[in-house]
């Protein structure tokens, strides 16, 4: 069973940055795909960025590519969400989640098992 465990979330202005941290425990697995979502109120949850934990491989939502870094630090099992240029629509519940299914380019909630519990992050305008 995956732990997984978010913090870094706060309120920030736009054009800020924030980095969120996703601490991982408790993988039986060689690989995993770590994805991270969020959630903004009174809508779905989202697709924003996933990486493979082996090649350390990544993909972007559209709406954060080129402001928005995945990355991860296999030694401390943790995997980071670095958010430049925010923006208040990047307000949102964000969450961390990991699937042992690494064969494709998952964007979709349900293909996800593990989940954290969200740390909220907050542009104000």
């Known amino acids: 069973q995956v732990q997984l465990v978010e913090s870094g979330g706060g309120l920030v202005q736009t054009g800020g940055s924030l980095r969120l941290s996703c601490a991982a425990s408790g993988r039986t697995s060689s690989d995993y795909l770590m994805g991270w979502f969020r959630q903004a109120p009174g809508g779905e949850r989202e697709f924003v960025a996933a990486?493979?934990?082996?090649?350390?491989?990544?993909y972007y939502a559209d709406s954060v590519k080129g402001r928005f870094t995945i990355s991860r630090d296999n030694a401390k099992n943790t995997v980071y969400l670095q958010m430049n240029s925010l923006k208040p629509e990047d307000t949102a519940v964000y969450y961390c989640?990991?699937?042992?299914?690494?064969?494709?380019?998952?964007?979709?909630?349900?293909?996800?098992?593990?989940w954290g519990q969200g740390t909220r992050v907050t542009v104000s305008s």
């Open positions: 990486i493979w934990w082996s090649s350390g491989s990544t």
């Open positions: 989640a990991a699937t042992a299914n690494i064969f494709r380019r998952s964007r979709i909630v349900s293909d996800y098992d593990y």
